[in-house]
């Protein structure tokens, strides 16, 4: 489910939760090494991704397939999230996940 | 040098030239599955990006005419990031094939056409194979092949390999010519657009099709940079200006909404374009598929990526692995088959044969002496080495195919994070555990230059392989402790080593970008076939070093000369505290990881060693040194100066390892 007002915003890839779509924007990738890796899997903004799960990294369902990226590639990507959807799966997901502030200490 | 992308081929090709026939795709999209359908011949197959890492070729009969259908390794795209991609497009740019197939998984054409879009602008003669059909219409959709070969001007076919369905039809396609493909209609933005249509001619002396060369350079492209730096100076100055204002937005100077880094614009907007032109393509392809299929509710990676449970199932699936190949392989099938069929039939009757056959006693002693080729090269790799590697290769099989793999990846991506390392590097560690050469190979999947030699050094020094994994858990299987002791150290080897190389390195940190396959269930027909290839090829390759071996530690013994080398490593034995009998196995071990592997088991069999000299030795031989299989391999990879790098730290690392752990041990009395 989306984070309620964050409809039409830009927000880091990084802070949506499982489950949740969106349209990609941005790419401010920390590198043209890595820059080209996202473009190269057809991750360019306007393309529509959703959230499977955050942990251990980021893994995101495009255009059918599924892609791990890590923490650092989705801190730089910036995307527009759907208006809010229901997320079915989510009251289950939520015991077993970590919280969410520790994010960045894991950040290498 | 061939010059193509011209409208006429200038090198026409000679009479009898084979027609070649090169698959090309992203990774994990079923070349190697497709190249099996078409020649019958099998490659390694596998259920994740990057199993192949060189080029292979069969051949092929097309009616009348003799083919050379080769695979390549994945790529993404034409801008190679990885050694492997780079493998496969120096392969088309600079030996262009007669014709391209590239095969796109169909489900995923929106995304396969971008790359279907450069070959086309390469001028390369193109046939697009839309492959997993299957897959396809379980989703609920299907393909208009017709519709997309009008659209694209280029033959079009669909197929699943793995069935063989298609395959007449692609056979009929490839028997025929096929022309260079026109660049398609791809709307580049100005800046880009006018680059290439100004500077069409100078891009031409590149020697390289123009179209291709501007937009990789344009990219950035290493190669074609260099290229450009040294044939062209002035071009390259224009492609970094162009680059910068490759963004159509705002006067191309602080970028648009999309790329407002203006170092990324020109990557950004030319693969917006390629995708705007794929996207329109598929589209109008594509009948009755669900636009954004719903993803399945319960998988099993809700388990496999668990941050706990993915752990336990590692530690299963590891456990498991040490069971098949440490106590049953290493234990019982090698005592069985050594102590039993070798020792007791085989080795008397090969014995009496030759006694009875072979005049003069060297050249008897060359076969059945303590260091012939039967005793040695023969008895150690069949009844030894086989089965403990081809277990090895059956497990690992399995795992492969199932795509448990990338999977391992992300979980350890953090943990291999501080190593200097990507969740990628996890496939060649593991497959280091079969043998060090192949996974030095795989190596080339890893993302930057700096992950590939941190991978490789943790290879050559902490990474056991199946034959030395064997024979420790062999002879050390009678004492936890003593196992426990090898196991600290080899670790702490590893870890110190991972830290101190992740640090000190230069380079790109460590980046995790890469796709989950769908896990499948792995077919026994497919693993069976799989690992037997594997056994027949490492038999192959380890067989003639082991003869070799045989024959010169042969002619050091009657020339005398075994006693001064044997005198000359004595010192490095007694330095770690083991006996002189131990220098030969580490003279073994020089040869091949494995036929050191097998000395010590014969060694330890005999009962010379005690407790702690088992440890010690045990440690040094999964440390030490980087056979000469492996040492051929690393100077190909990377060159004499690094490779000497890389041994001068093994050879120290190891011997010092040991021989603190031997001061260590003794101090405590053992």
């Given at each position: 489910m989306n984070p309620p007002g964050t409809f039409g915003k830009l927000v880091p890839l990084e802070t949506l939760p499982a489950g949740a779509r969106a349209?990609?924007?941005?790419l401010g990738a920390?590198?043209?090494?890595?820059?080209?890796?996202?473009?190269?899997?057809?991750?360019?903004?306007?393309?529509?991704?959703?959230?499977?799960?955050?942990r251990p990294v980021f893994c995101i369902r495009l255009d059918g397939a599924c892609y791990a990226i890590d923490l650092?590639?989705?801190?730089?990507?910036?995307?527009?999230?759907?208006?809010?959807?229901?997320?079915?799966?989510?009251p289950v997901r939520r015991r077993w996940r970590w919280r969410s502030g520790r994010n960045d200490k894991h950040a290498v | 040098m061939s010059t193509h992308g011209t409208p006429a081929p200038i090198v026409?090709?000679?009479?009898?030239?084979?027609?070649?026939?090169?698959?090309?795709?992203?990774?994990?999209?079923?070349?190697?599955?497709?190249?099996?359908?078409?020649t019958g011949q099998y490659v390694m197959v596998s259920n994740y990006p990057g199993t192949t890492v060189e080029v292979s070729r069969a051949s092929l009969r097309l009616g009348e005419t003799e083919a050379e259908v080769i695979d390549t390794p994945g790529i993404e795209s034409f801008r190679a990031l990885r050694e492997e991609e780079r493998v496969t497009r120096r392969f088309l740019l600079d030996h262009p094939p007669d014709v391209v197939v590239h095969v796109v998984p169909a489900p995923q054409l929106a995304h396969g056409l971008a790359l279907t879009a450069q070959l086309m602008e390469a001028g390369l003669p193109?046939?697009?194979?839309?492959?997993m059909l299957d897959e396809l219409s379980a989703a609920g959709g299907s393909v208009d092949t017709e519709a997309l070969a009008s659209r694209l001007g280029i033959p079009v076919c669909g197929t699943v390999a793995t069935r063989g369905e298609g395959i007449p039809r692609l056979r009929e396609i490839l028997a025929k010519e096929v022309p260079p493909a026109v660049p398609p209609p791809i709307v580049y933005p100005p800046a880009v657009a006018d680059f290439l249509a100004t500077h069409a001619d100078r891009l031409a002396r590149l020697g390289l099709p123009p179209r291709a060369a501007g937009l990789l350079l344009l990219l950035s492209d290493p190669d074609v940079r260099a290229r450009a730096e040294t044939v062209d100076a002035g071009l390259s100055k224009s492609a970094a200006a162009t680059r910068d204002a490759a963004c159509p937005g705002d006067a191309g100077t602080a970028g648009c909404h999309g790329c407002f880094l203006a170092s990324g614009a020109a990557a950004i907007h030319i693969g917006l374009a390629r995708r705007a032109w794929a996207t329109d393509i598929a589209a109008a392809a594509l009948r009755g598929k669900p636009a954004d299929a719903a993803p399945p509710r319960a998988s099993a990676d809700d388990l496999l990526l668990h941050p706990l449970g993915g752990f336990l199932v590692l530690a299963a699936v590891l456990y498991a692995l040490f069971a098949v190949v440490g106590v049953f392989g290493a234990g019982m099938v090698v005592d069985w088959i050594e102590g039993h069929v070798f020792a007791e039939h085989l080795t008397p009757g090969v014995t009496s044969l030759v006694e009875t056959l072979v005049p003069g006693a060297a050249l008897r002693s060359l076969l059945t002496g303590t260091n012939g080729i039967w005793t040695l090269a023969v008895t150690y790799a069949v009844a030894i080495i086989v089965p403990v590697v081809g277990l090895f290769y059956l497990c690992f099989g399995i795992l492969e195919d199932s795509g448990y793999l990338p999977r391992l990846g992300v979980l350890v991506h953090r943990f291999l994070a501080r190593l200097g390392l990507g969740g990628q590097a996890a496939i060649p560690l593991i497959l280091g555990l079969g043998c060090v050469t192949t996974a030095t190979l795989a190596t080339r999947a890893l993302p930057s230059r700096r992950e590939r030699l941190i991978a490789v050094l943790l290879m050559s020094l902490a990474t056991p392989c199946a034959a030395q994994l064997g024979v420790v858990l062999a002879i050390l299987s009678f004492s936890p402790w003593a196992l426990a002791v090898w196991a600290g150290v080899v670790l702490l080897a590893f870890l110190g080593t991972g830290l101190a190389a992740g640090r000190t390195l230069p380079g790109p940190p460590p980046?995790?970008?890469?796709?989950?396959?769908?896990?499948?269930?792995?077919?026994?027909?497919?693993?069976?076939?799989?690992?037997?290839?594997?056994?027949?090829?490492?038999?192959?390759?380890?067989?003639?070093?082991?003869?070799?071996?045989?024959v010169i530690l042969w002619g050091l013994e009657w020339t005398g000369l075994l006693v001064g080398v044997e005198t000359a490593l004595r010192p490095l034995a007694r330095l770690v505290g083991l006996p002189e009998e131990a220098s030969r196995f580490l003279l073994f071990g020089f040869f091949r990881r494995d036929y050191g592997a097998a000395g010590?088991?014969?060694?330890?069999?005999?009962?010379?060693l005690n407790l702690r000299q088992l440890v010690v030795a045990a440690v040094l031989m999964t440390l030490f040194i980087p056979c000469l299989a492996q040492l051929m391999v690393l100077r190909k990879e990377f060159g004499t100066r690094t490779t000497a790098g890389i041994v001068a730290f093994v050879f120290v690392t190891a011997f010092a390892a040991a021989g603190l752990l031997n001061a260590g041990l003794a101090a405590y009395g053992l």
């Open positions: 349209t990609v924007r941005t920390a590198d043209d090494h890595a820059l080209l890796g996202l473009t190269g899997l057809g991750l360019l903004p306007g393309a529509r991704i959703e959230v499977l799960r955050r650092d590639l989705a801190r730089n990507i910036l995307v527009e999230t759907d208006a809010a959807a229901p997320a079915p799966h989510q | 026409p090709p000679p009479a009898v030239a084979v027609r070649r026939i090169a698959l090309v795709g992203g990774p994990n999209v079923g070349k190697s599955s497709l190249f099996a359908a078409l193109v046939v697009l194979v839309l492959n980046r995790l970008m890469t796709e989950l396959p769908p896990l499948r269930w792995p077919s026994p027909r497919h693993i069976a076939r799989k690992s037997a290839m594997r056994i027949g090829r490492y038999l192959l390759e380890v067989l003639p070093y082991f003869a070799a071996a045989s010590l088991y014969d060694l330890a069999s005999t009962g010379a």
